[in-house]
T-cell receptor, first 111, second 114 residues
Framework: LAKTTQPISMDSYEGQEVNITCSHNNIATNDYITWYQQFPSQGPRFIIQGYKTKVTNEVASLFIPADRKSSTLSLPRVSLSDTAVYYCLVGVSYNTDKLIFGTGTRLQVFP | DTGVSQDPRHKITKRGQNVTFRCDPISEHNRLYWYRQTLGQGPEFLTYFQNEAQLEKSRLLSDRFSAERPKGSFSTLEIQRTEQGDSAMYLC????????????FGPGTRLTVL
């Protein structure tokens, strides 16, 4: 499984766009990139998944360059409620049974 | 509320005691998963069920741990002779069999072993 590297923590202010980058140099051809969000005292929640180029949903956008060795989760106009830990997972698709999480990026949004 | 539920939400026990946690998955979700999460770390996979059958167990699941899903609905995770290192958040997740659905996590049970 591809190893992922993401910043341990990031700070932002309300209303700003936040970009969290994940490095996955050893990503395999069949691997997908998936992001989860976890609030304190809650289980992780699926945010977005992609294979290449750009994916957008109502919560976030995911940018994946052509070499797929990294990916960037973009959160537009964050609010205080976006304060959470964000996990980048590689090697999973929607129906993978064994999710492997790293340590994630702790995002703190300030007023 | 039709999400995954877990009971209890918090459990404090003394070292050496046995504890049991319950997970109720989303209705009609065939697959059920248990994860463990320690402070500052991401969740770690423990085991999963498809209906009643336990299909995979992590090496993290020592002999003191046992998980069951007797009727293919709710599941229990028991820890015998708890140790301080067992202190963690125990998360349950579920999903249906169809290939396009992700795992839905419950709120977790936080275990503290004194």
């Amino acid at each position: 499984l591809a190893k992922t590297t993401q910043p341990i923590s990031m700070d932002s202010y309300e209303g700003q766009e936040v970009n969290i980058t994940c490095s996955h140099n050893n990503i395999a051809t069949n691997d997908y990139i998936t992001w989860y969000q976890q609030f304190p005292s809650q289980g992780p929640r699926f945010i977005i998944q992609g294979y290449k180029t750009k994916v957008t949903n109502e919560v976030a956008s995911l940018f994946i360059p052509a070499d797929r060795k990294s990916s960037t989760l973009s959160l537009p106009r964050v609010s205080l409620s976006d304060t959470a830990v964000y996990y980048c997972l590689v090697g999973v698709s929607y129906n993978t049974d064994k999710l492997i999480f790293g340590t994630g990026t702790r995002l703190q949004v300030f007023p | 509320d039709t999400g995954v539920s877990q009971d209890p939400r918090h459990k404090i026990t003394k070292r050496g005691q046995n504890v049991t946690f319950r997970c109720d998955p989303i209705s009609e979700h065939n697959r059920l998963y248990w994860y463990r999460q320690t402070l500052g770390q991401g969740p770690e996979f423990l085991t999963y069920f498809q209906n009643e059958a336990q299909l995979e167990k992590s090496r993290l699941l020592s002999d003191r741990f046992s998980a069951e899903r007797p009727k293919g609905s709710f599941s229990t995770l028991e820890i015998q002779r708890t140790e301080q290192g067992d202190s963690a958040m125990y998360l349950c997740a579920s999903r249906p069999d169809r290939s396009t659905d992700t795992q839905y996590f419950g709120p977790g049970t936080r275990l503290t072993v004194l």
